[in-house]
């Protein structure tokens, strides 16, 4: 199936389609069937890499933003073209509904468009003088080399939310993409080559291991910035290793999202939007609703309702377009899921649906009633499709509940109030906050999209994006 896509297995080193030594497989969620054997890239190939993106910078950064522009449009270009095929490979390489899949490649060129258009716009500032016969100004550069790192669960649009910003800038970018799900990796490089990307401007190292590609590429000093989305626990490593060779760094993490349904909401429409922001991408997505507070007075309604419309969506084969839930990516994410609800249900929990994994890497879309504290589904992101369900009463405690992690990347609320909507917004410790929206982020390549506190350092989409790959020069000219 994936031979009918014509995706390249090689890595794309220096402009070219590069055979690694060795390669591993990349296994179908759905079906355990070898999709494609993949460049198994290592120390070797990220010096490589790391050499041709240092010479590639010298010309690329010189190239008017309107050029880089429009190469960046071409590839936006050709990704819509390429939308059905890329969202073939994305359901059959990590599971997700080709429905979700096909949305997910229109976001992804939705941030090629974006900076497409702020290439050209990149500049700089005059700035007014403290001494009358100096001219001074503020000048934006790129910062260099970018190491780029990236998860499985958006594997087309967290590389070009993070390369089409690097490049428009003017940097280079090397991506070592997630070893559950290279091929779209290597299906955007190769898109990259057909919209006339320069030689070594754009590289795609896959590997088993991370680690190797990526010692050599946080060590050398050469490489100027790290840009990371994917776990809390890596994104501190990387931090750490970042130190020594005092690399900028933008960390995208996890998250352990509330959603706060206050007494005046509508039961249906709350449904609606818990199916939206907590079932896509079968709970795996960084911004999912991890647990749900909902007020005493609704919380038996909601429940009912909540339970009945999960019970009733379409568990199956991804590549099947009336398919709502598909297989979680691997044993280890599933492992997870059923500790959470077994840890839950010791300790009280029960369950209104679901609760019980399906076979294969299925698990149930589930909701659990009956949820307290000190249980590790309220402390930990759970990464799959299930729902705790905790009530309250006093606005102020839940808000205390909802900012007691670690994490905060986004968070909901529910209300018709408009005071209590920008009281407890303004309150919430998250990068994200979505009243009353489940999707705050949809197609947001013009929205700055971070975390606080362990979720992460920086922003990514909008100019904020950008300016993660710039360096800000003063140039101050002294009249003779
Ligand atoms: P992960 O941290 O295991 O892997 C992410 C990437 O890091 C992969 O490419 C992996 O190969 C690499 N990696 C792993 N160990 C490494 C090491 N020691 N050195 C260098 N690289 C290493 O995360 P995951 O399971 O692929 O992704 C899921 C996580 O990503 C969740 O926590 C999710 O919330 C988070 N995420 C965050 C965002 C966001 O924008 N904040 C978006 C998507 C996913």
């Given at each position: 199936?994936?031979?009918?896509?014509?995706?390249?297995?090689?890595?794309y080193?220096g402009g070219?389609?590069?055979?690694?030594?060795?390669?591993?497989?990349?296994?179908?969620?759905?079906?355990?069937?070898?999709?494609?054997?993949?460049?198994?890239?290592?120390?070797?190939?990220?010096?490589?890499a790391a050499?041709t993106a240092v010479e590639a910078f010298r010309t690329w950064r010189k190239l008017t933003g309107?050029e880089r522009g429009r190469i960046l449009r071409r590839w936006n270009?050709?990704l819509?073209?390429?939308?059905?095929?890329?969202?073939?490979?994305?359901?059959?390489?990590?599971?997700?509904?080709?429905?979700?899949?096909?949305?997910?490649?229109?976001?992804a060129a939705s941030f090629v468009e974006w900076c497409a258009e702020e290439a050209p716009r990149i500049?700089?500032?005059?700035?007014?003088?403290?001494?009358?016969?100096?001219?001074?100004?503020?000048?934006y550069e790129p910062v260099g080399p970018v190491y780029a790192v990236t998860p499985?669960?958006f594997?087309t649009s967290m590389i070009t939310r993070k390369a089409a910003p690097a490049l428009a800038a003017g940097c280079t970018v090397i991506v070592k993409p997630?070893?559950?799900?290279?091929?779209?990796a290597?299906?955007l490089a190769?898109l990259w080559e057909?919209a006339g990307g320069p030689p070594g401007t754009l590289q795609v190292l896959?590997?088993?291991?991370?680690?190797?590609?990526?010692?050599?590429l946080m060590?050398d000093?050469r490489i100027r910035k790290i840009t990371f989305t994917g776990?809390?626990?890596?994104?501190?490593?990387l931090?750490?290793?970042a130190?020594?060779?005092?690399k900028r760094i933008s960390l995208e993490?996890?998250?352990?999202?509330?959603?706060?349904?206050?007494?005046?909401?509508?039961?249906?429409?709350?449904?609606?939007?818990?199916?939206?922001?907590?079932?896509?991408?079968?709970?795996?997505?960084?911004?999912?609703?991890?647990?749900?507070?909902?007020?005493?007075?609704?919380?038996?309604?909601?429940?009912?309702?909540?339970?009945?419309?999960?019970?009733?969506?379409?568990?199956?084969?991804?590549?099947?377009?009336?398919?709502?839930?598909?297989?979680?990516?691997?044993?280890?994410?599933?492992?997870?899921?059923?500790?959470?609800?077994?840890?839950?249900?010791?300790?009280?929990?029960?369950?209104?649906?679901?609760?019980?994994?399906?076979?294969?890497?299925?698990?149930?879309?589930?909701?659990?009633?009956?949820?307290?504290?000190?249980?590790?589904?309220?402390?930990?992101?759970?990464?799959?499709?299930?729902?705790?369900?905790?009530?309250?009463?006093?606005?102020?405690?839940?808000?205390?509940?909802?900012?007691?992690?670690?994490?905060?990347?986004?968070?909901?609320?529910?209300?018709?109030?408009?005071?209590?909507?920008?009281?407890?917004?303004?309150?919430?410790?998250?990068?994200?906050?979505?009243?009353?929206?489940?999707?705050?982020?949809?197609?947001?390549a013009?929205?700055p999209f971070g975390?606080?506190?362990?979720?992460g350092l920086g922003r990514e989409g909008g100019r904020w994006g950008v300016e993660e790959f710039l360096e800000t020069?003063?140039?101050?000219?002294?009249?003779?």
């Amino acid at each position: 199936m994936v031979k009918d896509l014509a995706v390249p297995t090689q890595a794309y080193l220096g402009g070219q389609w590069y055979a690694a030594p060795r390669t591993f497989p990349v296994r179908s969620p759905y079906s355990g069937e070898v999709l494609a054997e993949v460049a198994d890239c290592g120390e070797a190939e990220a010096r490589l890499a790391a050499d041709t993106a240092v010479e590639a910078f010298r010309t690329w950064r010189k190239l008017t933003g309107f050029e880089r522009g429009r190469i960046l449009r071409r590839w936006n270009d050709l990704l819509i073209a390429h939308q059905e095929p890329l969202g073939r490979l994305t359901a059959l390489e990590m599971g997700k509904p080709i429905t979700e899949a096909k949305g997910e490649v229109l976001y992804a060129a939705s941030f090629v468009e974006w900076c497409a258009e702020e290439a050209p716009r990149i500049g700089g500032e005059l700035i007014h003088p403290r001494f009358s016969h100096k001219r001074q100004m503020a000048v934006y550069e790129p910062v260099g080399p970018v190491y780029a790192v990236t998860p499985w669960n958006f594997p087309t649009s967290m590389i070009t939310r993070k390369a089409a910003p690097a490049l428009a800038a003017g940097c280079t970018v090397i991506v070592k993409p997630a070893e559950q799900a290279p091929l779209c990796a290597l299906y955007l490089a190769k898109l990259w080559e057909e919209a006339g990307g320069p030689p070594g401007t754009l590289q795609v190292l896959p590997a088993a291991d991370p680690v190797p590609v990526s010692r050599v590429l946080m060590e050398d000093p050469r490489i100027r910035k790290i840009t990371f989305t994917g776990s809390t626990p890596v994104g501190k490593l990387l931090y750490r290793q970042a130190a020594d060779t005092l690399k900028r760094i933008s960390l995208e993490l996890g998250g352990n999202a509330p959603f706060i349904l206050f007494e005046d909401a509508d039961i249906e429409k709350a449904v609606q939007f818990t199916l939206l922001s907590k079932y896509r991408n079968t709970g795996q997505t960084c911004i999912t609703t991890n647990r749900i507070y909902v007020h005493r007075r609704l919380e038996a309604d909601y429940a009912q309702a909540l339970a009945e419309a999960v019970s009733r969506l379409k568990v199956g084969d991804p590549l099947d377009p009336s398919t709502q839930i598909g297989p979680l990516v691997e044993e280890q994410g599933l492992q997870k899921v059923v500790a959470h609800v077994e840890d839950a249900l010791a300790k009280g929990a029960q369950v209104a649906t679901g609760g019980r994994p399906l076979g294969g890497l299925f698990y149930a879309p589930t909701v659990l009633t009956g949820i307290k504290p000190g249980m590790r589904i309220l402390e930990e992101e759970t990464f799959g499709p299930v729902a705790p369900l905790m009530p309250f009463e006093d606005e102020e405690e839940v808000i205390a509940w909802a900012n007691n992690t670690e994490y905060g990347l986004a968070a909901y609320i529910w209300t018709r109030d408009l005071g209590r909507a920008f009281r407890v917004a303004e309150a919430l410790e998250y990068g994200i906050v979505g009243v009353n929206d489940p999707v705050p982020s949809a197609m947001g390549a013009n929205l700055p999209f971070g975390g606080y506190k362990s979720s992460g350092l920086g922003r990514e989409g909008g100019r904020w994006g950008v300016e993660e790959f710039l360096e800000t020069k003063l140039i101050s000219i002294a009249l003779p």
